[in-house]
């Protein structure tokens, strides 16, 4: 039977607006008794007595059974989503960045105190991707998951590689359109797609990774030398995060910039649209596509999550508790294009091999194998804004012949 679900909202921005357009657009069994907010004063169009700027008249409040978290802060989100767990209130949450840094906490509170949290909204938008994720492969072998995760860099990048605009001047329309922020490194930089990943990496594996262990390399040192050159190849560029199974123990996770081939099902993910790609022993390759931001996509995501509340719904995290002691590893090599400019930088990321090389007054690049392990012991060095490394799709495993490896057979 479905329960009647009575609601305190935390935050009514573009999501929480979006949502509420959502609720009131359909007859559900559900109500919102009391919306917290930060700015009393700001005019608003519903009754001003739903609103509140005290959080203990919801976490306090025996008639509210359920929180809807959708502010930024994550550290406010953090401390709103344990208190409510811990009093038996089930929870639906869109703040990435808190449920990356605390889900095995989050877990747990949830195991002892038999509440619920879910956060389809947290991660790629609209596209249903974790509950495919723990419901449809909860008993495949899943050899990767990647895709576009971030829909303000998806923008950028589309802009450039579509209108030929330049960087700042494609950064400045996403920060017009509200799709990015006055400082965009969260998104930009990779820090965003980062924290989806973690997430999306627990449930597709059971493996629950501090994000801080996750590389990420952005898009915010992009040159038109990086551009022209991926047009001469006839590939785009895009931020793709990605976890892949390396061996029967071992799950390697990154993001970073990647040379995209147009048979790529990436190649034509455009604007603020999201892409996941799911490569499964069984089920094969599958494509997800939708919008990943926006008030509508990303409210449509939260209403998912608590009209499945209404019918007790829980995260099951049945690969986590199989005890199936996958680990996080970095000893891989992958194929990587890096422009530089100090020599220097070659000799300290210590190529394993180099297939391609240019080198003139203005541009240099190499193309080669390199271990993920040294990326990340120089994520330092290669934010500085004369390098940009983009990964070419070519993963290449120890025991694999490096020499038999090139760019031209570049494989996603």
Not at 123 to 128: A, D, E, N, T
Not at 214 to 226: K, R, Y
């Amino acid at each position: 039977m479905s329960k009647n679900l009575k609601i305190g909202l935390f935050g009514f921005g573009v999501v929480g607006q979006g949502l509420l357009d959502i609720i009131q657009s359909q007859s559900l069994n559900l109500e919102i008794v009391k919306i917290a907010i930060k700015n009393p004063k700001k005019k608003r169009s519903l009754d001003q007595h739903l609103f509140t700027t005290n959080h203990d008249e919801i976490l306090e409040n025996d008639e509210i059974n359920t929180i809807v978290e959708l502010i930024n802060d994550a550290d406010a989100a953090y401390q709103i989503v344990t208190r409510a767990l811990k009093g038996g209130k089930n929870v639906v949450s869109a703040n990435k960045k808190m449920v990356a840094e605390h889900l095995t906490e989050l877990v747990e509170l949830q195991e002892k105190y038999g509440s619920s949290l879910l956060y389809e909204g947290a991660v790629c938008g609209s596209i249903p991707i974790i509950r495919n994720l723990e419901e449809y492969y909860d008993n495949e072998l899943l050899h990767a998951v990647s895709g576009i995760f971030n829909g303000s860099s998806n923008f950028i990048l589309s802009k450039i590689f579509n209108e030929g605009l330049n960087y700042d001047v494609a950064l400045k329309q996403a920060q017009d359109l509200g799709f990015a922020e006055t400082d965009p490194i969260l998104d930009v930089g990779g820090y965003d797609p980062k924290y989806k990943l973690a997430i999306a990496t627990a449930h597709a594996y059971g493996l629950f990774i501090n994000p801080d262990h996750i590389l990420n390399i952005g898009i915010q040192n992009l040159s038109i030398h990086d551009i022209r050159f991926a047009r001469e190849k006839n590939y785009k560029i895009k931020l793709i995060p990605t976890a892949r199974k390396v061996s029967t123990k071992q799950v390697v996770t990154y993001v970073l910039p990647k040379l995209v081939a147009t048979d790529d099902f990436l190649f034509n993910v455009e604007n603020e649209y999201n892409g996941v790609t799911v490569q499964a022993a069984f089920a094969d390759k599958q494509f997800f596509f939708g919008k990943g931001a926006g008030g509508h996509p990303t409210g449509a995501a939260v209403l998912s999550d608590i009209a499945a509340l209404r019918y007790d719904y829980k995260y099951e995290y049945k690969k986590y508790h199989q005890k199936n002691e996958v680990t996080h590893t970095g000893n891989v090599l992958l194929e990587v294009y890096l422009r530089y400019t100090d020599e220097d930088l070659l000799e300290i990321l210590a190529f394993d091999d180099i297939s391609e090389r240019h080198s003139s007054h203005s541009f240099k690049y190499v193309i080669g194998t390199v271990k993920l392990e040294s990326l990340i012991a120089n994520r330092e060095l290669l934010l500085e804004q004369d390098v940009f490394v983009a990964y070419t799709g070519r993963q290449i495993y120890k025991e694999e012949k490096v020499a038999s490896a090139s760019f031209a057979e570049a494989v996603s």
